[in-house]
């Protein structure tokens, strides 16, 4: 379940800081020290091109021999944010501020049009061909699934032990807080990693992560979220999975600098969309949702539209309407 998770305390207000990623050095350097750097440069940028191209022909699959996807259609070169990082623990995709994206969960996905830059979709509903098939229109794949929620209903539940899951979600019968602090827990969670990697995503949407703000009925704090963020980024970027944070506005700060995106569900809502400009002013994607009425259906009025294109579109956001469900129906801003 996806709908209605957020940590939404209100006293976050103000408590946004800018990353300032860029801050100005004024060191002397040496003579030697540039000769240094240049070399390193030169590997960086040769490693960089090794990778990429590496990645580039794993990535298009099928059609290693066609021309470059991004010029075989101009509306990728959109902000699709089709950049390669390096990290110290993999090379993995950074998408860039403003990437165009659907999101389409517990149902496998059938629509690819209008073609955005980026699918975010259900890793246990979806196969290889699809994800292959994205991947021929020059898209990227990000994969969900629950990292802190056990769920009845996915075929890898059997693994979970008893002691590993605490209280009902509020609003999802069924559904239950997990102590993310747990081994097993955390085995299950790099299965699901490598299931994703298998399959070809590019990234992961690892949901509920936030039940350090929920009574969850084990003592998680905003410790050991940040724990298991960096667990799960680890050995996603070991696999060459860039990977995003869900929610968790508390945990901005701390997380902006080693995941590459954030899901928000709802801030302008709640009025906590400022919490997650961090992103925006790291260059990453805010890919955001606000839900509307189930019944308005394909009917979203401008009043409505006005409000939720209004300013967190100005500011940057990937703003998505979408219903509760999460299916296929969308409209963008
Ligand atoms: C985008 O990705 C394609 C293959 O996925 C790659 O060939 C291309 O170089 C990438 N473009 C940039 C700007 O990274
Ligand atoms: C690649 O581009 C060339 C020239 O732009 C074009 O003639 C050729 O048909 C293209 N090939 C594919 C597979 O799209
Ligand atoms: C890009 O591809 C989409 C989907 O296949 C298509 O609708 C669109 O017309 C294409 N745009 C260009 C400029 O070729
Ligand atoms: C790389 O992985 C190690 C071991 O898992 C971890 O301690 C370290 O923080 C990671 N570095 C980065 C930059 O993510
Ligand atoms: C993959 O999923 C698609 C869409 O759900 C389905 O049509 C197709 O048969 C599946 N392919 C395989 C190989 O399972
Ligand atoms: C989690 O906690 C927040 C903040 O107290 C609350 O608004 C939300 O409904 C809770 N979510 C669930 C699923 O219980
Ligand atoms: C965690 O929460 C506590 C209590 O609210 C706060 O004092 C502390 O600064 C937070 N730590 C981090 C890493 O956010």
Not at 29 to 57: D, M, P
Not at 229 to 257: M, P, S, W, Y
Request: hydrophobic share 35%; proline share 4%.
């Amino acid at each position: 379940m996806f709908f209605s998770r957020t940590s939404r305390s209100s006293e976050h207000g103000d408590k946004i800081e800018s990353a300032s990623p860029n801050a100005v050095h004024t060191r002397r350097h040496s003579k030697r020290f540039w000769l240094l750097l240049l070399a390193a440069t030169i590997l960086i940028i040769g490693l960089g091109l090794g990778l990429g191209l590496g990645l580039g022909l794993r990535n298009t699959g099928d059609d290693d021999d066609s021309n470059d996807s991004d010029d075989s259609n101009s509306s990728n070169t959109l902000p699709s944010g089709n950049t390669t990082t390096i990290g110290v623990n993999g090379t993995f995709w950074q998408p860039q501020a403003g990437a165009t994206w659907q999101i389409v969960l517990q149902q496998p996905i059938h629509t690819f049009t209008p073609l955005v830059s980026i699918f975010d979709i259900d890793l246990f509903e979806n196969n290889a061909s699809t994800i292959s098939h994205i991947h021929s229109l020059g898209s990227k794949v990000i994969c969900y699934f629950s990292a802190g929620s056990y769920e009845s209903f996915r075929p890898d539940t059997k693994d979970f032990v008893s002691a590993d899951y605490g209280n009902e979600l509020k609003g999802w019968p069924g559904e239950k807080w997990l102590d993310t602090r747990s081994e097993n827990v955390r085995a299950i969670m790099k299965k699901r990693l490598n299931l994703a990697s298998e399959i070809g995503c590019d990234g992961v949407d690892p949901d509920n992560v936030d039940g350090f703000v929920n009574d969850s009925g084990f003592p998680l704090t905003n410790t050991t979220a940040l724990d298991f963020l960096h667990f799960l980024a680890d050995e996603a970027h070991r696999l060459k999975l860039a990977i995003g944070l869900k929610n968790a506005g508390d945990l901005v700060g701390q997380t902006t600098g080693f995941l590459q995106w954030v899901v928000n569900e709802q801030c302008l809502q709640f009025k906590e969309c400022g919490l997650y400009r961090p992103f925006i002013e790291a260059g990453k994607p805010v890919l955001h949702i606000e839900y509307v009425s189930e019944k308005g259906n394909n009917d979203v009025n401008t009043r409505t539209r006005e409000e939720i294109c209004g300013q967190p579109a100005e500011e940057g956001f990937s703003t998505l309407m979408k219903k509760a469900s999460v299916d296929e129906w969308t409209e963008t801003c």
